[in-house]
């Protein structure tokens, strides 16, 4: 069974959304990096090597790591389900309803992982604004730094935009392919696990599952801002 024509431009144009969010979140980071990187060289007021204070706000910028592995990951999927059935997605794309049914775990499961990405996002954003402020404060370390007027993550509205969007375009799709209850039985449940890297990800697939059941998970907190969850990138 194969996807609707008008439900696969919508994915398409999820993954085209989804892909504008890492260019322009990369090119934020890498600013951001760059701009580290440059004064990194002068000997800081203390003497020490201006990486010693920048190291905090250098693992943050990390986080982008994390954004691109989730919504890669968002992406993979969404392309597979587009090109089912073929040979190596018969185990786990089902047929039928089951194919319909796995059309939406995806669908709404990655709803779920785009809104924590989004958030850590946000999060990751607000703490690396948060320690340039108090670097540029220091009258000699943060010394041109950069203006007051100056404006670092220049795309932060443009992500967030997209991010909201594609929220939106899953949002409806998911209505237009349901889940029953039985959703952990799907094929596809084992591939995801199988599939994805991160543990936060995992997390938020079994907390999907849990409320796809009819039990209540609580709320969904899933926290990839960890220092040593960022060095795993």
């Not at 587009?82 to 047929?95: E, F, L």
Request: one cysteine or more.
């Amino acid at each position: 069974m194969q996807m609707a024509s008008a439900d696969r431009i919508l994915v398409e144009e999820i993954n085209e959304k989804l892909q504008e969010i890492i260019n322009l979140a990369t090119i934020d980071f890498s600013r951001v990096g760059a701009m580290l990187r440059a004064r990194s060289d002068r000997p800081a007021a203390n003497g020490a090597n201006r990486l010693e204070w920048a190291s905090s706000i250098i693992t943050d910028l990390q986080y982008i790591d994390v954004l691109k592995q989730k919504v890669e990951h968002m992406m993979h999927f969404h392309r597979e389900i587009v090109a089912a059935p073929s040979a190596n997605q018969s185990s786990w794309c089902g047929d039928g309803k089951d194919f319909r049914k796995t059309c939406g775990l995806i669908f709404k499961l990655n709803f779920y992982q785009l809104e924590i990405a989004q958030g850590d996002f946000v999060k990751s954003v607000e703490r690396i604004q948060s320690k340039l402020l108090e670097l540029r404060s220091q009258p000699v370390d943060g010394a041109g730094l950069y203006s007051k007027e100056e404006k670092i993550f220049t795309n932060f509205s443009r992500v967030s935009e997209n991010a909201d969007a594609v929220a939106n375009l899953l949002a409806r799709l998911s209505e237009l392919f349901p889940v029953s209850s039985d959703a952990r039985t799907l094929g596809i449940v084992h591939h995801l696990l199988k599939h994805y890297s991160m543990e936060s990800e995992r997390e938020v697939l079994r907390w999907y599952l849990c409320r796809v059941e009819g039990n209540n998970p609580g709320n969904l907190v899933v926290d990839d801002l960890r220092e040593e969850q960022i060095h795993l990138f």
